[in-house]
């Protein structure tokens, strides 16, 4: 089997205590590193670079076909994408320095973001652009802070890889930008919706009930918490350090409901959206807003504890405890026990105790973020009931045999038990690269390889 050479990933490595560590034997851990390590690399990268990488019109593509053919299609441009391929391509650059096609490809991809993705007028990223650069201001007229979060954690990624300082000034710049546009000194957190000077979209009497325009959310808020950590590691700036614990309380102990998953969407004052008050029908139409979203609380149960390791917390109690609560969770009521993986949407009905699956797939990202969290898991309760080490066997298993494109590469979309259909759906597209795939792989070959010691 070929050989690589393994050199520490830029991202929080938690601390392993041997005498807590999941009594298996250290060749176990040898073998599914061994795996991880291959997949990462053959099936993943090689597959994706330097094939996205963009050379004629700048940036990376975005659209690719199930057998991973370019798209004959105008290759739109989104911020959240390029900023994705541009931290993959840094962390690859790291991780296999003799390959430099990596590192090429980061240099590239800061020069999109730079020079095309940033409003030098206004300040800010631009969402969507076309192949050439032209902003698509019809198409897509905000800006987030969504958008910002990517853009600023791949650009600390990018300085940390290669050490070019013009990658941190935009960082730093970017940060600045959320802080005086984004920012709400209140009630703390960020605003998601902004127009193209910065100024913040209020939620009018006639905005459609579907729609989350105005509305504070969990999924900004946990990217610029995974974002402000990266950027913490290269810069340590005592208003970002500050921005960092705001973050992590927030999303610790303000966004999660009390059962132990994450609250969607809030009004500017962190008040839950919720329509679990209404019928069934209503409830199903404003599912968008409101339901239980299995993949984002078990990510968040590692962000929080890479964030709070980034702090110097170290094992937070309390950190800790949320996290442990909101993967238990996940596990109790959204994974499939015959099969492995963790299903889409739950609910709680009104006056159910337990949710209810109301989308039994289980999309590509969720599972490698699972993945991730269940082997964190096990390395600090290794004797819980909830058996977290043998979960992640389970579900590796699970994500080989239903996830995994072994003859094109890549990720299916969504698991093939689930939706066969996903074996001829896009590989690539502005929603889908390899961001979430690479840092769960990433991270779980350091902690096997942790174990192993």
Same mark, same amino acid.
């Given at each position: ?176 930008? *959320? ?60 208003? *970002? ?22 609250? *969607? ?81 739950? $609910? $709680?009905? *009104? ?103």
């Amino acid at each position: 089997m070929k050989k690589f050479l393994v050199l520490p990933l830029i991202l929080t490595v938690l601390s392993i205590n041997g005498c807590n560590a999941p009594k298996k034997t250290e060749s176990e851990y040898k073998q599914l590193k061994t795996e991880f390590e291959t997949s990462l690399k053959e099936n993943l990268l090689d597959t994706w670079y330097p094939k996205a990488v963009d050379w004629e019109s700048g940036g990376y593509f975005s659209d690719f076909t199930y057998d991973f053919q370019l798209k004959e299609s105008s290759q739109e441009k989104m911020i959240v994408t390029q900023a994705r391929h541009l931290w993959s391509n840094s962390k690859a650059s790291l991780r296999y320095p003799e390959e430099e096609h990596f590192k090429f490809g980061a240099e590239h991809g800061f020069k999109f973001l730079k020079e095309i993705m940033w409003d030098k007028e206004n300040g800010g990223f631009f969402q969507l652009v076309d192949r050439n650069g032209n902003p698509l201001l019809e198409k897509s007229p905000l800006k987030t802070a969504y958008g910002m979060s990517f853009g600023i954690y791949a650009l600390a990624a990018y300085f940390e890889a290669t050490g070019d300082s013009a990658g941190l000034d935009l960082a730093i710049e970017a940060f600045h930008w *959320l802080e005086s546009h984004s920012h709400d000194p209140i009630h703390k957190g960020y605003f998601q919706h902004l127009d193209q000077k910065g100024n913040r979209i209020l939620r009018s009497e006639d905005t459609p009930s579907t729609s989350d325009l105005g509305y504070k959310d969990q999924n900004s808020s946990i990217h610029l918490l995974e974002a402000f950590t990266e950027l913490y590691r290269v810069w340590k700036d005592p208003l *970002l350090k500050e921005r960092l614990e705001e973050m992590l309380l927030l999303v610790r102990d303000v966004i999660p409901n009390e059962r132990g998953y994450l609250v *969607l969407f809030f009004e500017h004052d962190w008040t839950p959206v919720s329509f679990m008050q209404f019928d069934r029908e209503t409830v199903l139409r404003h599912k968008s807003l409101d339901h239980v979203s299995f993949g984002h609380d078990v990510e968040t149960g590692f962000l929080l504890l890479e964030s709070a390791h980034a702090l110097g917390w170290g094992d937070d109690p309390k950190t800790l405890a949320q996290s442990k609560k909101m993967i238990d969770h996940a596990l109790n009521f959204g994974w499939d026990v015959e099969t492995g993986g963790f299903y889409d949407e739950g $609910y $709680y009905f *009104l006056g159910k105790e337990t949710p209810e699956i109301i989308k039994d797939s289980k999309n590509w990202w969720a599972q490698a973020e699972g993945m991730n969290a269940l082997l964190v898991m096990s390395t600090y309760f290794p004797d819980d009931p909830m058996d977290y080490f043998g979960k992640f066997r389970q579900h590796w298993d699970f994500i080989q045999k239903f996830l995994i494109d072994h003859d094109h590469g890549d990720w299916y979309p969504g698991s093939i038990d689930k939706q066969p259909q996903m074996k001829t759906a896009d590989k690539g597209h502005i929603w889908k690269a390899n961001y979430h795939q690479f840092r769960a792989m990433a991270h779980t070959i350091k902690v096997l390889g942790d174990l192993q010691e």
